[in-house]
């Protein structure tokens, strides 16, 4: 009886929102458990002129809890992706905030450990009319058990004035997290390079601040196979202002190679890419 | 004729008939694993120690494949685990996770628990139900199994795993590192329904080094196992 109440309730409330609430909520459902939940959000509670749509995939997780990386490391796995079933969206981009290295068992891992935003950004095949953001999301969350989630999110935005919606502020702030230049965080890379030591290939990597001190910088670097190296070796100079970072690397192939690597330190993150020869 | 046999020592022994069959077959733990995921090497660690320690014990790694299609392919995932999970999981209301462990067909828990675990299979040990004894000998490339009398039914499920495998962790850097499991699964497979009468069947030899055969109940208990090499591994 009561949660036949409430979920009456909670109908009559939806469906007096858009008229109650000019801003009205431009976010899906929440799909998971207690643990570790998903949810679409956009920006703007309809399609204006723009060519773009802002939005943003929510993950939850519970204290203890978290979910993984776009290159997880040894073990987990990366969200996937699937949207089938949208309508006039022409192409998608998700950015990735910075993540944060855990280790357990000698297994590197990289994780989101609290609540995150993948920002997404979303061509239009036609600015201006109706669309709808369909994804399917496969993705594992994990605490001392890992479990293995499918979400089918949905969210339908009408044609009209584009407005900023409640969630917009979220996607906002997600945005910042996610690393961009070295300039834009106040770094500059005065060497980056693949060198040969007694141990193996290494990425040297030598960094500037021109703004806070460097605390705790970690390097991860993508593009040397499936997994992720370990945390780099950290020399701090000059009060911090410089780091020298080493990471050893597994054997490479010959040729020109394309390493990705993410920088962050506390708040700060920054991606840059070094061609290892 | 060797149940009866089994029985009267039994009953000589002063021992109920159902003590006599439970003091026999080894408590079946079945680990739900998978190389894919970050929280299963303490649960690992675990089967690894009942599998080299316990005689009393039926240690089983299940690699199930739902992390697979995440993008790691663990070479020895199946579907047959991932399915026996889920009716695990319909049965015990908790979906599916790695690492669970099923103890007897009967209690489940996170599968690095070990105190739970431990409490779980003392408990099978001394209340454990058995329907009815179950024997391997092989015969070239047959598996010659009998199961004996008793009360009840079940499913005569074969089984082939392999005593030990060491993988690289070929996702990290060059450490070396690597993940020793040992009785991993490598086939499981109905052969038979067993419905009170003794029960004799041969099979070809399953995919694996070593053999078990256990006895499921409709509800999913099991009520019979044992396997073909001495014990510990």
Known sequence: MTLARISSLVLLSVALAPWSNPAHAAASDWVGDRHVAVRLIAAADSVGAGSTLQAGLEFRFAKGWHGYWRTPGDAGVAPMLDWTGSENIAREEVAWPAPSRSVSEDLQTVVYDHDVVLPLTLSLRQPGAAARIHLSVLHGGCSEICVPYQADLSLALPAGSGAASPEAALIDAARKTVPGTPASAGIEVTGAHVAGTATGPALLVDLRSHDKPFAKPDLFVEGTGDGIPAAPTVELEAGGQNAHLTVRLPPLPPGDRPLTVTLTDQDRAAEFVVIAQ | ?233
Request: proline share 5%; hydrophobic share 35%; charged share 20%.
């Open chain 2, 1 to 233: 004729m060797r149940s009866r046999l089994v029985l009267s020592l039994g009953l000589m022994a002063g021992l109920s008939p159902l003590a006599a069959f439970a003091a026999e077959r080894p408590v079946v733990v079945e680990l739900f694993t998978s190389q894919g995921c970050n929280s299963c090497p303490p649960a690992n660690a675990y089967l690894n120690e009942l599998s080299k320690d316990r005689r009393d014990v039926l240690p089983l790694a299940f690699h199930v494949t739902y992390w697979d299609r995440l993008g790691w392919k663990d070479p020895f995932s199946m579907e047959a685990a991932t399915d026996r999970q889920d009716r695990y999981g319909h049965r015990f209301g908790d979906g599916s996770y790695t690492p669970e462990i099923v103890v007897d067909g009967a209690t489940s828990a996170v599968g690095s628990h070990r105190g739970e675990v431990g409490s779980a299979i003392e408990a099978a040990k001394h209340n454990g139900r058995t329907a009815a004894a179950v024997s391997i000998t092989r015969n070239g490339g047959q598996v010659a199994i009998e199961v004996g009398a008793g009360n009840g039914i079940g499913k005569v499920l074969l089984i082939g795993f392999d005593h030990e495998h060491t993988t690289p962790i070929s996702r990290g850097e060059n450490s070396g590192r690597t993940l020793t499991e040992n009785n991993v699964v490598r086939s499981i497979r109905s052969v038979g329904q067993w419905s009170g009468a003794q029960l004799r069947i041969s099979e070809p030899l399953p995919e694996g080094q070593d053999v078990a055969v256990v006895l499921e109940a409709p509800d999913g208990q099991i009520v019979g196992a044992s396997r073909l090499s001495g014990g510990s591994t």
